[in-house]
């Protein structure tokens, strides 16, 4: 069974950094790309990116409005994925969640909450 | 970027009706198209993906149609666990981006 396991949220005031990880078990990590979905409280949801699987280059690619301050970055050997926040402002309070792939997205995990606040 | 358009806002059915959704996309996606449902307090679960294809555990009552510009979630016979968003998704573009959601709420 395909499990997506976010970490790292919390509280963070503004113009801090954060990391989050996901921790992937039950598929072979390494040959998937990995992503990031957020959404905002009663908000719909947003792409942040997502890295390639290192088969096909191991690069990332971002959302405009996250692209400079967020970097996502993956760990095969230990099954995990991080998307590491910079700069981080109000607005980007939100559940971040975890998915597998890069375009349809079959696996979820179940969200760690950003709140940025001073 | 490519806007994804849904309509209805709201949508209010009845058990054991038909419920139409529909999504718009500012640009051609092509066949990539995906559609989600959510679940207050849960992470998205994916229903449809390149337009028209069940991922593994749809019900058969959910179907997906349309392509190019113009797409379709239709739920035959609504039943009670169907009360709930969507969200429709294009991944031809880089970025992906999502409808703003569709609520399916009891008549």
């Known amino acids: 069974e395909v499990q997506l396991v976010e970490s790292g949220g919390g509280l963070v005031q503004p113009g801090r950094s954060l990391r989050l990880s996901c921790t992937a078990s039950?598929?072979?990590?390494?040959?998937?790309?990995m992503s990031w979905v957020r959404q905002a409280p009663g908000k719909g949801l947003e792409w942040v990116g997502y890295?390639?699987?290192?088969?096909?280059?191991?690069?990332?690619e971002y959302a405009a409005s996250m692209k400079g301050r967020f970097t996502i970055s993956r760990d095969d050997s230990k099954n995990i994925a991080y998307l590491q926040m910079n700069s981080l402002k109000t607005d980007d309070t939100a559940v971040y969640y975890c998915t597998r792939g890069s375009g349809w997205t079959d696996s979820w995990g179940q969200g760690t909450l950003v709140t940025v606040s001073s | 970027e490519i806007v994804m358009t849904q309509s209805p806002a709201t949508l209010s059915v009845s058990p054991g009706e038909r419920a139409t959704l529909s999504c718009r996309a500012s640009?051609?996606?092509?066949?990539?198209l995906a559609w989600y449902q959510q679940k207050p307090g849960q992470a998205p679960r994916l229903l449809i993906y390149?337009?028209?294809t069940g991922a593994t555990g749809t019900p058969a009552r959910f179907s997906g149609s349309g392509s190019g510009t113009e797409f379709t979630l239709t739920i035959s016979s609504l039943q009670s666990e169907d009360f709930a968003l969507y969200y429709c998704?294009?991944?031809?573009?880089?970025?992906?981006?999502f409808g703003q959601g569709t609520k399916v709420e009891i008549k």
């Open positions: 390149g337009a028209s």
């Open positions: 640009q051609s996606v092509s066949s990539n």
């Open positions: 998704q294009q991944y031809n573009n880089w970025p992906r981006t």
């Open positions: 039950g598929f072979t990590f390494g040959d998937f790309a």
């Open positions: 890295i390639r699987s290192k088969a096909n280059g191991g690069t990332g």
